[in-house]
């Protein structure tokens, strides 16, 4: 595991499980090289699909009369991606995120759409041509307002990601 990112993330090691161990999964998935995150497409890949799994850990403590197996789990991914993650605003404008992202990258092993892509982090020149888009660099999912882009982002979906789980742990008062 890098030392840069182990520092960087090392709130998360004392998490419960399997929090801490989703942490630790994707961040292994990761190096520093020139001062910047890489990753790759694995990661992405595990982001998203922990974002679903957190989504119906998140939706079964809030129904625990109800089984993990009959929860939708679109509306999961929804619950943990817009309330925890703060992605609200995407879904609004989004709505085939789940089909897009996360079927995509799972079934197809792309995202599904004309032009999309895997980035590691938002290239700092590019951003403010991002920003003229319309896209929240602050977040993981660039989407272009046509729906002709969709590019994920590692390193933001990664900090919102975190920021996700701290706050449903603190919910649970489990940290």
């Known amino acids: 595991?890098?030392?840069?990112?182990?520092?960087?993330?090392?709130?998360?090691?004392?998490?419960?499980?399997p929090y801490s161990w989703m942490v630790k999964d994707l961040i292994g998935g990761m190096y520093y090289e020139k001062?910047?995150?890489q990753g790759s497409y694995l990661?992405?890949?595990?982001?998203?699909?922990?974002?679903?799994?957190?989504?119906?850990e998140i939706s079964s403590f809030n129904n625990p009369n109800v089984k993990k197996e009959s929860l939708n789990k679109k509306k999961c991914f929804n619950t943990f991606l817009g309330s925890y993650m703060s992605y609200n605003k995407i879904l609004e404008d989004f709505p085939d995120i789940y089909e897009s992202f996360r079927h995509g990258?799972?079934?197809?092993y792309s995202i599904r759409g004309p032009e999309t892509g895997v980035f590691v982090f938002y290239e700092p020149?590019?951003?403010?041509?991002?920003?003229?888009?319309?896209?929240?660099?602050?977040?993981?999912?660039?989407?272009?307002k046509q729906n002709i882009k969709k590019v994920f982002?590692?390193?933001?979906?990664?900090?919102?990601?975190?920021?996700?789980?701290?706050?449903f742990l603190k919910e649970k008062k489990e940290i």
């Open 1 to 17: 595991m890098n030392k840069l990112l182990k520092n960087k993330y090392k709130k998360c090691f004392g998490w419960p499980k």
């Open 35 to 37: 001062g910047r995150p």
């Open 43 to 56: 990661v992405a890949l595990g982001l998203i699909c922990y974002t679903e799994i957190i989504g119906r």
């Open 105 to 108: 990258l799972c079934h197809q």
């Open 125 to 144: 020149s590019s951003i403010n041509d991002f920003k003229k888009m319309g896209v929240d660099t602050t977040k993981g999912l660039l989407l272009h």
């Open 153 to 167: 982002v590692i390193e933001p979906y990664l900090e919102n990601f975190i920021n996700g789980i701290e706050k």
